[in-house]
């Protein structure tokens, strides 16, 4: 991948999104760090979460054409050109439930900038949904096998395929579900050239894009915290760059004159954030160590993250398994002034009695009990603790059941309290949406067979 003459080099790689529904604006600044530094680098977004994959594979059904992130021009229009002309290759897992649908559509972008045909990469072989694999999904789950119909099944795949794509020439390289710090770790493989099994380099490289894979996480959106964690210019957040040395060691930066900050604390909160085990963090290409790690200030807004160590990798694959489980009601109604958490209290109380036997009512009180509840709504039978004369509460009631009809007496009965009481309820919202049930699983690294294919 990279020029000869930049062998020794460090590696840029900037993260423009965290998950799907991320700003859309966050690209630009930091294509323009990367592309002032003169070093070799590489976008990534990511935009895949457990069940984004399951809802993709939904819009497909209704479109065939669809199934990959739904933001994919926003994303890509205002540095594709920058990129293409720069050198900056883009990797990402876009791609979702239809990485040739987002190809096709990345290439109809560029026409449509005036710009040269990009030379597109698709990975293939994480979509273990359909028949052949059955029976490999059986054998893994067991009992947990779903009996409802499944909408998706995908293996977190590793770095190799984007490396290899990259090394054979790709601007852009289109994923379906890769593990999240595979989208850094592939760069580097491909940049400095490491072997599968150095495991201390891989882990070094797979714990940058670790800290990168949530976006402005790390550089302060998710460490924000006014009067105790303070961060400056939040609303115009930088998102992160890792400069990768050859030792895959990193140091975390952040565009200049963007908002955010990066120091010990923020960088310590995203190595540990989803953490499971700090001396075994398992990924598809390496099992990382990080309980001699070091965190280091060198700079404003610059921390290098040294020690971590490398074991080998899993002799497993992870796969999540989509699957039909009916439907999801909800229904909101607000009630302000005095005694307004008595009246949602009452309202909630009505709906629990016409819907009792349907199943759990997920009842909350927002404003009051929603975050701290349970689906099992037992708040509801203790007394009411009114804040002031002023409050106001939102009421919002929720429901599962696998009969459309039966899950939409929810929404009906909701809006009812209009008129049927208590007295000032209104702003009444209510939606149903088909509910998704999601068990994981752990297959033979050799019964998923991934390559990539150049869809020029």
Avoid at 22 to 47: C, H, K, M
Avoid at 186 to 193: D, I, K, N, R, V
Avoid at 256 to 285: C, F, M, N, S, W
Avoid at 442 to 447: E, I, S
Wanted: glycine share 10%; aromatic share 4%; charged share 20%.
């Amino acid at each position: 991948m990279a020029n000869p003459a930049h062998r020794n080099n460090h590696l840029l790689v900037g993260c423009a999104a965290g998950f799907s529904g991320d700003r859309t604006d966050a690209a630009l600044p930091v294509v323009q760090a990367l592309i002032a530094s003169g070093q070799p680098a590489v976008l990534i977004f990511e935009t895949l979460a457990e069940r984004t994959l399951a809802l993709a594979q939904l819009a497909r059904r209704t479109d065939p054409d669809a199934g990959y992130e739904p933001l994919l021009v926003d994303l890509l229009q205002p540095v594709l050109a920058l990129c293409l002309s720069h050198g900056v290759r883009i990797v990402s897992n876009f791609g979702a439930a239809n990485p040739h649908g987002a190809a096709r559509r990345i290439h109809a972008l560029a026409a449509e900038l005036g710009l040269r045909r990009p030379r597109i990469a698709v990975l293939q072989g994480d979509d273990l949904s359909g028949p052949a694999h059955r029976t490999l999904l059986q054998g893994a789950l067991g009992a947990a096998m779903p009996t409802e119909p499944i909408v998706s099944a995908n293996a977190y795949i590793g770095a190799q395929a984007i490396a290899d794509a990259l090394r054979a020439g790709a601007d852009i390289v289109v994923c379906g579900r890769v593990a999240d710090p595979s989208l850094v770790l592939g760069p580097a493989l491909a940049h400095y050239g490491w072997e599968m099994d150095d495991w201390d380099r891989l882990a070094r490289a797979t714990m940058a894009g670790h800290l990168l894979e949530c976006g402005a996480q790390v550089t302060g959106g998710y460490f924000a915290d006014p009067g105790y964690k303070d961060v400056p210019g939040l609303a115009q957040l930088g998102y992160p760059i890792a400069e990768i040395d050859a030792e895959g060691h990193c140091t975390i930066t952040k565009p200049p004159g963007t908002g955010g900050r990066i120091d010990e604390r923020t960088v310590k909160e995203q190595l540990l954030y989803e953490l499971h085990d700090p001396a075994a963090y398992l990924t598809p290409d390496v099992v990382a160590d990080i309980t001699q790690a070091r965190v280091l200030a060198v700079g404003t807004d610059a921390v290098r993250l040294e020690g971590v160590r490398g074991h080998p990798q899993p002799p497993t694959l992870k796969v999540n398994v989509c699957f039909e489980s009916g439907w999801f009601a909800e229904g909101e109604i607000s009630y302000a002034g005095p005694r307004a958490e008595s009246r949602a209290r009452l309202a909630g109380e009505v709906l629990r009695e016409r819907l009792s036997g349907l199943g759990p009512l997920r009842i909350d009180l927002i404003g009051v009990t929603s975050v701290l509840g349970d689906d099992t709504s037992r708040w509801l039978d203790e007394p009411a603790e009114e804040v002031s004369h002023s409050h106001d509460v939102r009421l919002r009631v929720a429901l599962q059941h696998r009969d459309h009809a039966t899950a939409q007496r929810l929404v009906r009965e909701v809006t009812a309290l209009y008129t049927c009481g208590p007295a000032g309820g209104g702003g009444v919202r209510t939606a149903m949406r088909p509910r998704l049930g999601t068990v994981s699983c752990l297959v033979p690294r050799d019964t998923v067979v991934v390559r990539f294919e150049i869809v020029d």
